[in-house]
């Protein structure tokens, strides 16, 4: 389904698959975000990072004027989820409307995971991973 727009010139249909991937594009951009998680349970924790397909991971509903936005994320492990989730709203909801000239209702981020890398451990952590020969 589209969003369909009818002007003096003509009429404009944006497809939810362009709108879920600029959202997508817009969400990856923000600091803390390692990539976007699987959309449900059933089809696991698969991460897809940036320059995968970003709208995998990304739901749109379009109302009649107006759109809600799901985001399945990965977060980095050590960053202030909250702040990252904020700014993750932030920059979507900004971007769609800027790119689409749609109004959004909602940005939703569900953080699907934390990812945790070897520089990323806390230093009790590489203590113990050094111990244990790992």
Do not use: W
């Amino acid at each position: 389904m589209a969003q369909s727009r009818n002007t003096e010139l003509g009429s404009v249909s944006i497809a939810e698959e362009v709108i879920a991937t600029i959202a997508g594009v817009a969400a990856t951009e923000c600091y803390g975000l390692v990539g976007m998680g699987a959309r449900g349970v059933q089809k696991g924790l698969a991460i897809f990072r940036r320059g995968e397909d970003v709208s995998r991971g990304v739901e749109v509903t379009l109302g009649d004027d107006t759109v809600t936005i799901d985001l399945h994320v990965v977060v980095q492990y050590g960053v202030n989820i909250a702040e990252v989730a904020h700014n993750v709203m932030e920059q979507v909801k900004y971007a769609v409307e800027h790119y689409c000239g749609l109004q959004v209702q909602q940005v939703n981020v569900h953080v699907e995971s934390v990812r945790v890398d070897a520089d990323g451990l806390p230093e009790s952590a590489h203590a113990r991973r050094r111990q244990s020969g790992r």
